[in-house]
Nanobody, 128 residues
Framework: QLQASGGGLVQAGDSLRLSCSAS????????MGWFRQAPGKEREFVAA????????MYADSLKGRFTISRDNAKNMVYLQMNSLKPEDTAVYYC???????????????????????WGQGTQVTVSS
């Protein structure tokens, strides 16, 4: 089970840190991802991190502004979002990879089908 939190209403240029807590599965065995879905749009990949935190990747448009991290001791994954823009407005979801112990994230992490557990989402709204 995944629980995302930390969303809210912020102004352009502000920062937010999203959190995702995991339970019910050995969290530390699995890579994790963040996706987002804006109204009327498909859910899109944001970032992914390998099971041990040693490998990360981001959507090309978000590199340099967003940072994914994890704390396996706390069963938590985070998404630090800086310099937020109105186009970042969306519901943000965390998800767990289907396959454990992948050493590196890769292009397959952009595919929603690579994840089998999803959190309920947290709303991020960025005003201009």
């Amino acid at each position: 089970q995944l629980q995302a939190s930390g969303g809210g209403l912020v102004q352009a240029g502000d920062s937010l840190r999203l959190s995702c807590s995991a339970s019910g599965r050995t969290f530390s065995y699995y890579g994790m991802g963040w996706f987002r879905q804006a109204p009327g749009k498909e859910r899109e990949f944001v970032a992914a991190i390998s099971w041990n935190g040693g490998s990360t990747m981001y959507a090309d448009s978000l590199k340099g502004r967003f940072t994914i991290s994890r704390d396996n001791a706390k069963n938590m994954v985070y998404l630090q979002m800086n310099s937020l823009k109105p186009e970042d407005t969306a519901v943000y979801y965390c998800a767990t990879e289907k396959n454990p112990y992948r050493l590196r994230v890769g292009d397959y992490n952009r595919n929603r089908d690579e994840y089998d557990y999803w959190g309920q989402g947290t709303q991020v709204t960025v005003s201009s």
